[in-house]
């Protein structure tokens, strides 16, 4: 029995490895055909164009391999959290998709956002939890969504921190005796290193807003089914995803207080001042991997072992992580206002 299991976890894994690397290859062929290239400019980190829309592989190979990964281990998953899962993931890719295409404004793009979300937060709430937690899920993922985009913008950076997320969420669930879950999130961890075999710099294909808002999706609906599973688990499943949150939350507080359109496009996150000032982009995805593997991922264990000790570590990491940005970003000024001083003189 046990070594059946074993089997379909390893064919499921493979298969959505296999599904996401070939669409992807097909994907930089039709984005040559379509026009879908994204051109070099002021706000943008790369100097040539290059197709989008290859997170359609993500997407392809997770809607075709979580429902049997939930459905094929034990415990199994509600048929109706797995249907609300595939739907909810299709409507966020839809909308990325058109918008990969053809531009989109950001209202239509947000109220498909927080109907996705809000038909998944439904099911998964059923009647084994309160309903006054929907509001917040709802916002929860809506923010999932595009903080994910936001951080999309650099060779390799999103599709590595959907490995890492993926890979720690699974082991968060095994830990938990939930294998079903488990195999979900490796799910997205395999579609995300099909994908990066052509993202990783310099990129082939960059992953589009098909691909960024699925991946945000898929990470909020893990870690809701986690905190579904146990409460607890909440804490390690912050931790694992530090860098982004962050990166996102503390670059986007900063453009509101300074006055400036949150939602418009910039290059004002932290991985985007490195590359800036110079650093290659396989240096900055490099940068994020150190934090996510010396910091993030060994207090994500020590939360996942010592319950009293989750919501301390996750404070500490979040702390350490805001420092982390506020110096790291500081220099980054330095260095920039002391190339304008030199140019001047």
């Not at 829309?53 to 049997?68: K, L, S, T």
């Not at 960024?212 to 898929?218: N, P, Q, R, T, V």
């Not at 006055?259 to 396989?282: D, I, S």
Request: proline letters at 5%; a positive charge.
């Amino acid at each position: 029995m046990m070594q059946g299991r074993w089997g379909i976890a390893f064919s499921v894994l493979l298969a959505a490895l296999l599904v996401s690397s070939l669409l992807v290859r097909a994907a930089i062929a039709y984005a040559h055909r379509r026009g879908m290239l994204d051109q070099p400019g002021q706000r943008r980190s790369h100097r040539i164009p290059t197709p989008r829309g290859g997170g359609i592989g993500i997407v392809v190979a997770c809607v075709a391999a979580m429902p049997v990964a939930l459905s094929a281990l034990p415990p199994a998953w509600p048929r109706p959290i797995v249907a609300a899962l595939v739907l909810a993931l299709s409507l966020v890719a839809l909308v990325g998709w058109w918008d990969d295409h053809r531009s989109l404004g950001i209202r239509p793009r947000l109220a498909v956002q927080l109907l996705a979300t809000a038909l998944f937060a439904a099911a998964l709430l059923g009647e084994e939890r309160s309903w006054l937690w929907l509001p917040l899920l709802v916002l929860a993922g809506a923010w999932s969504i595009n903080l994910h985009n936001f951080m999309d913008g650099i060779d390799g950076l999103l599709a590595q921190q959907a490995v890492f997320v993926g890979a720690g969420f699974g082991l968060l669930a095994w830990h938990a005796s939930q294998p079903a879950l488990a195999l979900a999130a490796g799910c997205l961890a395999a579609a995300s290193a099909g994908f990066w075999i052509y993202n990783r710099s310099p990129a082939r294909i960059f992953m589009g807003d098909v691909g960024s808002g699925s991946i945000g999706l898929l990470v909020f609906a893990l870690a809701a089914m986690l905190w579904r599973v146990d409460p607890g688990l909440l804490w390690p499943a912050l931790i694992l995803c530090s860098c982004f949150i962050a990166d996102a939350s503390l670059t986007l507080l900063h453009r509101f207080i300074r006055g400036r359109r949150w939602y418009t496009a910039h290059r004002e996150h932290l991985y985007q001042w490195l590359v800036r000032r110079g650093q290659t982009h396989t240096r900055v995805t490099a940068f994020y991997l150190a934090w996510n593997v010396l910091v993030a991922a060994p207090a994500a264990f020590l939360s996942s072992v010592h319950a009293a000790m989750a919501l301390p570590a996750c404070l500490a990491v979040y702390t350490a992580a805001a420092a982390t940005w506020t110096v790291t970003r500081r220099r980054c000024l330095r260095r920039d206002l002391h190339k304008v001083r030199h140019v001047a003189t």
